[in-house]
């Protein structure tokens, strides 16, 4: 994963050579106007296909196994039966689940919302009439986390990622001394966009560190819990049941979805938390709607079975996913490999490689490759403010195009790297 102390092993006649074959491999690139895109996270047109039997679903009828009708208005909380296939996976027991509309973010936006306006359980006051609060972003980290909490005048405060999730020796210490600080941002598995995932012990420490503030929230991102990419899966510990025996129930609000499973603009977010949690949200939910699309949640649960189906269903998407993150890492390691000039994470799940450049370099890197054809996510973006102090992580997100396009679009972005890493060395 990112190593922040690359530096170029070559010497000057190598790099000088190393520069000019690079001009004339991006002058032929740019020559060949290419039209590619590397940006989003998003499912390709065959994984989506995975799901196609879904769209003739319900098939049985349109009666929930409780007989609910639903087709109608009502059950809020969500389909039981659904709940129970996520609940293991999610590792939140079905009664503390919540199914709800087709997007997770939506749900954190709505947590975010609905603290600002009404006091958490245990919180002395509104997070509206704090004169300042913060959250806490591990980086690299989702630029939609940071862009909702901008949106409400939340401020952010990095926090550096290790291999093992965030620097947890920061956060303890920032989270103990500023009453401010009500929430942290993690993507716990396989985490957007580096892939690390959480080690027990950090999952630990953060269920039982002391917050100065009695309304902390810890903002528990599983968007890939089930997006393995190996034959063996990643498991995390047990946020929601680690909190509990550290006497803090109420610290975790988790969120997941089937966005990267079935459909990702017609899937079922879900949030889990403690008994209070869940009711407190509820209650808010309970003013802007109704309930939730439960036709959409008897078609998930008619496709998908149990959580085994799940599991299998994952193996399909891997089968197509894991050629193009192999490729990556093949033309990364065969163009860039013993240069110095890029690290970059082997992710084992998920959606993204993070690609880290010579300092200063990002930013160069990015423009040069849309010059070539190659849209990529604005560098800074995995950054709070759209700030990578460093210019030199990059988000690679191969999921989307084809096999040759991404080939083409990689093989594109290293000459990149290689120019503008070399010029800045040779400056
Ligand atoms: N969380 C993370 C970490 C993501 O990477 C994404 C999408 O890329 C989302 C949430 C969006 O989830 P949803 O589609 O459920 O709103």
Same mark, same amino acid.
């Given at each position: ?43 390709? #047109? ?11 679903? #319900? ?31 999610? &590792?939140?027991?079905?009664? &503390? ?21 009404? #006091? ?25 986390? @940071? ?32 009453? &401010? ?88 977010? @879900? ?31 008619? @496709? ?20 193009? @993150? ?20 082997? #992710? &084992? ?79």
């Amino acid at each position: 994963s990112s190593d922040p102390s690359i530096s170029p092993t070559l010497g000057a006649a190598e790099l000088t050579a190393l520069r000019d074959r690079a001009r004339s491999d991006y002058a032929e690139l740019v020559e060949r106007g290419l039209s590619l895109d590397l940006t989003r996270g998003k499912p390709s #047109p065959d994984q989506l296909d995975l799901a196609a039997g879904m769209l003739t679903l #319900p098939a049985g009828g349109h009666r929930a196994a409780d007989g609910t009708d639903t087709r109608n208005y009502g059950g809020l909380h969500g389909l039981t039966e659904l709940r129970e296939i996520f609940s293991g996976l999610l &590792q939140v027991p079905t009664a &503390q689940l919540i199914a709800g509309g087709n997007s997770s973010l939506t749900l954190m936006h709505d947590s975010v919302v609905h603290a600002m306006l009404s #006091p958490l359980p245990g919180a002395g006051r509104r997070w509206a009439d704090e004169e300042r609060i913060a959250f806490l972003c591990p980086v690299p980290g989702y630029d939609r986390h @940071f862009a909702l909490c901008e949106r409400f005048g939340i401020e952010l405060i990095p926090v550096p990622m290790t291999a093992e999730g965030p620097d947890m020796d920061v956060v303890e210490r920032l989270v103990a001394e500023d009453a &401010q600080i009500k929430g942290i941002w993690c993507v716990p598995k396989y985490s957007n966009p580096d892939g690390v995932c959480y080690s027990d012990e950090t999952v630990r420490r953060l269920a039982g560190m002391r917050t100065a503030a009695p309304d902390f929230r810890v903002f528990w991102d599983n968007a890939y819990a089930v997006h393995h990419l190996t034959d063996t899966p990643v498991e995390i510990a047990d946020l929601l049941a680690l909190c509990a025996e550290s006497g803090n129930p109420d610290r975790p609000f988790i969120y997941g979805s089937t966005s990267k499973i079935t459909f990702a603009g017609a899937g079922v977010s @879900f949030f889990g938390s403690s008994p209070a949690n869940v009711s407190w949200l509820l209650g808010h939910l309970a003013k802007s709607t109704i309930g939730p699309d439960k036709i959409n949640h008897l078609r998930h649960v008619e @496709f998908l079975r149990d959580e085994a189906g799940v599991l299998e269903h994952m193996r399909r998407h891997r089968e197509l996913l894991r050629p193009k @993150f192999d490729a990556v890492e093949t033309i990364l390691a065969k163009e860039l490999g013993g240069t110095g000039l890029a690290s970059w994470s082997t #992710p &084992q799940g998920g959606y993204f490689v993070s690609l880290d450049v010579l300092e200063g370099c990002a930013r160069e890197v990015v423009r040069r490759a849309a010059e070539a054809g190659i849209a990529l996510t604005p560098a800074g973006a995995t950054h709070p403010y759209g700030d990578d102090p460093r210019d030199s992580t990059i988000r690679i997100a191969p999921s989307y195009p084809g096999l040759e396009e991404l080939e083409a679009a990689i093989t594109g972005l290293t000459v990149c790297v290689r120019l503008v890493a070399t010029e800045k060395l040779l400056e």
